[in-house]
Every structure is written in structure tokens, then in C-alpha cells.
């Protein structure tokens, strides 16, 4: 609420890689906070991940690989040699990425579009910034099971959110 001169922090979470024990992320505290933008994981498809924790609270969700159905994941920077996660060394620097997976890899994308947009606009609140992530998203796969229109007419699912910012 008062970080940033009172317009609040934009906090990013995970849902979490729990779909399949059936967890839910509402269980969650961090994600379930209303002050947070809680952010799911979507095949190249749109459709939900396999493993993409679930929940009333998703706010948004964004690409990222999903071994199950071999949607490949992103590709991120790595420590170099062996004590990167990529441990193949062949004496180049050819190594030095790792392909990322989960709702982990799924939230950044998140945190780098609030900041894209505090550059552009740093008055803006945490609220604000809620409100025009799930203003530009967009449900891929709107005739999945679970998509529904809200109230406010917005297509909306548990386990998208408002869907994948556009």
C-alpha cells in the first residue's frame, strides 16, 4: 500500500506447479492477496499448462513450456560451465542458457510488463497497473471449459485469469 511514495509495489507471484495434487492456488496466501498479481502458465496454445496451479486469484496468465505435451519452454541466461544448470561443458561458452519451465518461469514476463509500463508511466498505482494488465489480456482458448464472462463482462477462467496480456 505505501511503497512508491503511497501508490503501492506491484507484487508478482507464481500460481504454483500443483495442478496435478489438485491444490489450489486461493490456498495459497501470497498468490490469493488481493494486492497481487497472481500469474498462471499457458502452453504456446493458450491453453492452461499441465502442471499450472489453479484459482479464483489468477489474475493473468503467460506462455511457458510444458514437458508433458513437449511445448518447449523459455530460454533464459545461465550461470557459465558446470555450475549453471546447464552442466554440459564443452569448453565454449555455448552452454551458458537453460530452458525454463513452470509458473516461475510464467511471472516474469509479468513483472517485465509493469515495469514497461512505469517507465512509460511511473504515477501509476499498483491498482492501475492491475487494471491495464487485465484490460489488454486476451483468452486464447475462450471456448475451454471454465471461461466464463464475468459481470463486468470480461471472459475469465481459474485457470487463465483475464488471460494472456496482449
Do not use: K, W
Not at 26 to 36: F, I, Q
Not at 75 to 87: I, K, P, Q, R, V
Not at 88 to 98: A, K, M
Amino acid at each position: 500500500h505505501f511503497g512508491r511514495e503511497g501508490r503501492g509495489v506491484v507484487m508478482v507471484r507464481s500460481s504454483g506447479n500443483n495442478r496435478a495434487l489438485l491444490v489450489n492456488a486461493n490456498d495459497n496466501g501470497y498468490a490469493n492477496d488481493v494486492r497481487v498479481v497472481s500469474v498462471g502458465a499457458v502452453r504456446g496454445d493458450g491453453r492452461p499448462a499441465s502442471y499450472s496451479t489453479p484459482g479464483a486469484c489468477l489474475l493473468l496468465a503467460t506462455p511457458s513450456g510444458d514437458p508433458e505435451n513437449a511445448t518447449p519452454g523459455l530460454f533464459t541466461t545461465d550461470l557459465t560451465g558446470t555450475s549453471g544448470a546447464s552442466t554440459q561443458s564443452d569448453g565454449t561458452d555455448s552452454n551458458n542458457y537453460t530452458i525454463f519451465n513452470g509458473t516461475s518461469a510464467a511471472a516474469p514476463l509479468v513483472a517485465g510488463i509493469a515495469a514497461l509500463l512505469f517507465e512509460a508511466r511511473p504515477d501509476l498505482t499498483y491498482r492501475d497497473v492491475q487494471q491495464i494488465l487485465l484490460n489488454s489480456a486476451r483468452q486464447a482458448q475462450p471456448s475451454l471449459p471454465g471461461v466464463r464472462t464475468n459481470q463486468a463482462g470480461y471472459l475469465v477462467s481459474h485457470d487463465t485469469g483475464f488471460g494472456v496480456p496482449d
